[in-house]
């Protein structure tokens, strides 16, 4: 909540000393819209949805969460269009992002190649999850990490939304980070790093 794009590039490169750069794979940092937020009492804030509270046990803000998903649909698309097939596009996020990429993921977008999410969670009747009652096909696989010291979203809500997920058909990991609070660690990017490549290795030379 409350930071940009740029500043996640920005974050991450102070992590790694360096760019989280592919050679072979293009990465966005999208920023979330300016809107007001509930749990800051209604100040404006760039959060990709609102919330009743910072809390699994609410209902969803639905209709931020849907008005997103059109946006970043959008972007999405533009990718497609630009000539990169949708089986090889990955997207995630920290926090607030990675409930905002499952939800573009496993309720609207089910062949993407992954998703990501870094101290994230969702809440317990989530429409990811009902969503997902209703599915037949092969999901993206998720990629999750969770610090065990983290006091704004408890690793407990991180657990039980890899387990729900998991349940309902989704092939997950969870990589668990003692005494890593609400941020992000070197080796926790490095896994990603890794886990993207995986996820997208360099195709081989198309021979005609």
Same mark, same amino acid.
């Given at each position: ?10 974050? %991450? ?5 360096q ?8 990465? %966005? ?14 100040a ?9 509270? %910072?809390s ?5 803000? %639905?209709?931020?969460?849907? $008005?997103?998903?059109?946006? &970043? ?25 990675g409930g905002?990429?499952?939800h573009?993921?496993y ?8 998703? !990501?999410? /870094?101290?994230? !969670? &969702?809440n ?7 969503? /997902?009652?209703?599915?037949?096909s092969? &999901? ?5 990490c969770?610090?065990t ?23 997950? $990991?969870?990589h ?10 070197r080796t926790?990017?490095?896994? &990603? ?16």
């Amino acid at each position: 909540t409350g930071d940009t794009g740029q500043g996640a590039r920005t974050w %991450i490169k102070q992590i790694l000393n360096q760019d989280m750069a592919f050679q072979h794979i293009k990465v %966005i940092y999208p920023t979330a819209p300016a809107r007001p937020y509930t749990p800051m009492k209604g100040a404006f804030s760039t959060v990709w949805f609102d919330r009743y509270k %910072i809390s699994n046990d609410c209902p969803e803000h %639905i209709e931020s969460i849907d $008005s997103m998903c059109r946006g &970043l649909t959008d972007l999405i698309n533009d990718e497609i269009k630009n000539g990169i097939a949708k089986n090889r596009i990955l997207i995630g996020g920290f926090s607030m992002g990675g409930g905002m990429a499952m939800h573009l993921a496993y309720r609207f977008h089910q062949d993407l190649a992954g998703v !990501f999410a /870094l101290s994230s !969670f &969702l809440n317990k009747d989530s429409a990811v999850y009902q969503a /997902l009652k209703r599915n037949e096909s092969v &999901l993206p696989e998720l990629f999750q990490c969770h610090g065990t010291a983290d006091d704004l979203v408890l690793y407990s809500w991180g657990e039980e939304t890899n387990k729900m997920l998991k349940s309902l058909g989704v092939s997950t $990991s969870l990589h668990t980070f003692p005494n890593l609070n609400h941020e992000l660690s070197r080796t926790e990017i490095e896994k &990603l790093k890794t886990w993207v490549v995986k996820k997208l290795p360099v195709e081989a030379a198309k021979t005609n």
